[in-house]
């Protein structure tokens, strides 16, 4: 199985280019269930556009580097160029740069303060673990 790959190399460290709504639906299928072809994404879709608008959004996101596309026999497959966590590392420090002036405080802050912020003790006590090991680490490197 052949594996085309989007745009080159030299492209790969800028910031991922935004995503519609549509494409965004149709990598959280692709992502749900590891591989998909055109026909298993369009039945995957909740009000899903023509099958051909989904062929063609696959297109796209294989050429915006999001999708990866094998041969698989006569139809091809699609699968995520990159692991979820990755990715979304990736458009969350796209985000924070872009509204947040680059300050993570800040975004969790945005985060903590709206009606979804409501954290449970466990979720808590994971981000004050994470900020202990961070700390740790800034002394570690001698910030």
Known sequence: M???KGRDAAHASSPPPPLSRRERQILDVIYHLGKASAADVHAAMPDAPTYT???GLLRI???KNHLLQEQD????VYLPATPRPAAGAS??????RTFFGGSAA???AALLGSDKGQLSDSELARLQTMLTEARRNRR???I
Request: charged share 30%; aromatic share 4%; glycine share 12%.
């Open 61 to 63: 996101l294989v050429e």
């Open 140 to 142: 570690g490197q001698g």
């Open 73 to 76: 026999g006569r139809r091809y």
């Open 2 to 4: 052949a594996i085309r």
């Open 91 to 96: 458009h969350l420090k796209h985000v924070v």
């Open 53 to 55: 608008t989904v062929r």
């Open 106 to 108: 800040d975004a969790m």
